[in-house]
């Protein structure tokens, strides 16, 4: 929902659905802005939706601070296999690369 409203778009809309881009830098910034303000608060923070069982999204994610994902089931033994792949402080670095780009098809490059 929130990537719907951010972007104005409702993805299943099929005159719009295409531009629904959850990889949109006001998406990604947006997100690092969620987390940073949540841990100078104190305030426990959790990812949920497809963007939270999505595999090319988790270094990003762990990168800017997410630790906590909500999930169906189903993808668990998956993502559990992907986060303890990913070493911290390359997420991070990885993490600030893609909030520093302004093109969509950069981020999706980086995305691979």
């Known amino acids: 929902d929130f990537i719907q409203y951010m972007l104005a778009v409702d993805r299943t809309n099929e005159k719009v659905a295409d531009m629904y881009i959850a990889h949109h830098p006001s998406i990604l910034r947006s997100l690092d802005k969620i987390v940073k303000a949540s841990q100078r608060h104190g305030i426990g923070l959790s990812l949920c939706g497809e963007m939270a069982h ?57 995305l691979r």
Request: hydrophobic share 50%; proline share 5%.
């Open 54 to 110: 999505e595999v090319k999204y988790l270094r990003f994610l762990i990168g800017i601070g997410f630790r906590a994902f909500s999930i169906n089931p189903v993808f668990i033994p998956e993502i559990q296999k992907k986060i303890s792949e990913i070493n911290i402080p390359a997420a991070e670095i990885y993490a600030r690369d893609l909030l520093a780009q302004t093109d969509i098809r950069a981020i999706e490059e980086a």
